[in-house]
């Protein structure tokens, strides 16, 4: 059976023949659907939730004739959360009204205010328009078109990891049961081991059918890894894809350096996971992680960079002369570079209580997992956390949830989370904080179905339903492969320029500002001691680091002449 096309629901008075025009371009693959004024909107958006017809868009004139149009936008947004929201204004509107916009925007109440088109094609309408439809279609409908299918029975944790590594990845994914007609067709001709089916089972056409696939075999058949030979040798390896890395590879490709990029998990490291950044300059709607990092990849291997996801680096072995190169050694290769950049990032603490990790992929999650959120329609669920990949993702969660409750061990969210998202929390009904708590224990039949909270204020304990536990517990460096040698601070980050030891500064001084303790090594991003822990600050330096590479190749050209 086809799936019924999504809507997109205008709401107007008077442009409302205008707004029609517009979004004709829209109509082959999507319902347009038109009401004047928010109680025959209300009736129309319950008639499509009634014929289980998905919304992908409101687009809501400013002035109705029965409800201003920011409250029309809260009463639909009430009833279909998941869907996108844009504010539309004429230009006498906006000149007297512009704070009050300004306002929405800020406290999350709409994704966009759009001035309403004064001409033909105005492309900057519609690619705003554009980019709504595809973060709606991206997080909150089912792919169109699956990259991959992923077979198994509810439950499997297995299959939670690999449906959040695909997604990172920015390829289109659907699970399906074994008893579907699907997986049923799927299966047919696959030679069980022991003659006994076991799950995960993952199909797609860029690859044969792989039973019980590793993140490594993932990353592996959709990047393949033989592109370079292994006597190869990169002027340039960044370890780590975050955007500090990415950042990397786009400049030291751009201008001229081989380069060659590995990260441990999918491309895009831990900001990859973020439904939504708002305050990264240039992104105005805002932009998802994922979205962002597969960006960042395709501008760097346009560029010629070389990038491998789920290839961790497991050590290395420095170079001890004038021209010979540094060793990466991967788990079955070593590769050969003149320079390196550590960006490899941060991972998230883990909660230390047994019985919570028993539930990872089972309704626990480090990270956002925000490929998890469709699974939580309906549900309670809980964020630990108080940073802002805290915030970005109880704010998505609350488009699925019931109820989001994000626990802080703080007083407050003011010391940790930046002020745009403190105030969207702020204002969102279904989002609350619980402060000077944490989560000491957990249980479920087969999947989590209940945490209990204590209040470290008194000591009491409250076991609550909770359909989804997202821990976001703060960080700790990706440093267990790196060499004595470059040095760290107490807590295992990166010291550069300044803060390295005196004792390694050369002619008394220092490395230079992203220099390591090694010549030809730097760190950037969040990995490095006194990190502003930021996306745009972590890209700076990676892009940073860059120059002072061309300086030391530079030194290097004697030796290497000789």
């Known amino acids: 059976m086809k799936p019924l096309q999504p809507a997109i629901v205008l709401v107007g008075d008077a442009h409302a023949e205008q707004l029609q025009h517009e979004f004709q371009r829209y109509a082959t693959d999507y319902r347009v659907e038109f009401a004047r004024g928010l109680g025959p909107a209300m009736s129309l958006v319950q008639s499509l939730i009634a014929q289980h017809v998905e919304i992908a868009l409101f687009v809501v004139e400013f002035t109705q004739p029965d409800a201003p149009g920011l409250v029309t936008v809260d009463c639909l947004h009430a009833v279909s959360a998941v869907t996108k929201r844009a504010l539309v204004y004429a230009g006498e509107e906006f000149r007297v009204n512009r704070e009050t916009l300004r306002e929405a925007q800020v406290d999350g109440r709409i994704e966009a205010g759009l001035g309403i088109p004064r001409g033909e094609r105005d492309e900057e309408f519609h690619t705003a328009v554009t980019e709504l439809l595809s973060d709606w279609g991206w997080s909150a409908s089912k792919p169109v078109f699956e ?32 008893e579907s007609q699907v997986a049923q067709e799927l299966l047919a001709d696959i030679d069980w081991p022991d003659g006994h089916p076991v799950y995960p089972v993952l199909s797609s056409p860029l690859t044969e059918t792989v039973v019980q696939p590793t993140i490594a075999d993932i990353g592996r058949r959709f990047y393949a890894f033989e592109d370079f030979e292994e006597d190869d040798v990169f002027d340039l390896a960044v370890i780590g894809a975050g955007p500090a890395g990415l950042a990397a590879a786009v400049y030291g490709a751009s201008e001229g350096l081989s380069t060659v990029v590995f990260d441990s998990d999918a491309i895009g490291g831990q900001a990859g996971t973020s439904s939504m950044i708002r305050n990264y300059l240039g992104f105005p709607r805002g932009i998802s992680g994922m979205r962002l ?65 028993k539930f990872v992929g089972l309704g626990v999650h480090y990270g956002a997992a925000t490929s998890s959120a469709r699974e939580c329609v309906g549900k309670d669920v809980v964020v630990v956390g108080g940073g802002n990949s805290a915030g970005q993702a109880a704010v998505h969660l609350s488009r699925f949830a019931r109820s989001v409750k994000i626990l802080i061990r703080r007083p407050d969210l003011s010391e940790t989370m930046s002020d745009y998202l403190i105030r969207e929390i702020e204002i969102n009904p279904r989002i609350g904080v619980k402060p000077c708590c944490e989560v000491v224990d957990a249980g479920g039949a087969t999947r989590l179905e209940w945490v209990t909270l204590r209040d470290n204020r008194t000591g009491a304990e409250l076991q609550k339903p909770c359909g989804g536990l997202f821990l976001l517990l703060g960080a700790d460096p990706c440093c267990d492969w ?50 502003m822990k930021r996306v745009a600050s972590a890209s700076g330096e990676g892009a940073a680091a860059i120059p002072s590479v061309h300086s030391y190749l530079a030194s290097l050209a004697p030796s290497l002449d000789a």
Request: charged fraction near 25%; include cysteine.
């Open 147 to 178: 990259a991959v299918q992923l077979i198994s029975p509810p439950g499997n944790a297995d299959a939670g990891r690999l449906r959040d590594f695909l997604d990172r990845l920015g390829i289109p994914t659907r699970n399906y049961p074994p």
């Open 293 to 357: 990092a597969q960006r960042a990849r395709a501008q760097a291997a346009r560029f010629g960079a070389k990038l491998y996801s789920a290839r961790p680096v497991v050590g290395m072995e420095l170079a001890h002369e004038p021209g010979a190169t540094h060793e990466l050694r991967l788990e079955d290769r070593v590769v050969h570079a003149r320079s390196l950049i550590v960006a490899a990032g941060v991972a998230y603490r883990r909660i230390g209580v047994e019985q919570i990790e």
């Open 482 to 531: 790196l060499p004595p040698e470059i040095a760290q601070d107490s807590k295992g980050f990166v010291l550069t320029g300044r803060d390295v030891p005196r004792e390694s500064w050369v002619d008394d001084c220092p490395p230079e500002p992203l220099g390591t303790t090694v010549p030809g090594i730097f760190a950037a991003g969040d990995i490095r001691s006194g990190s």
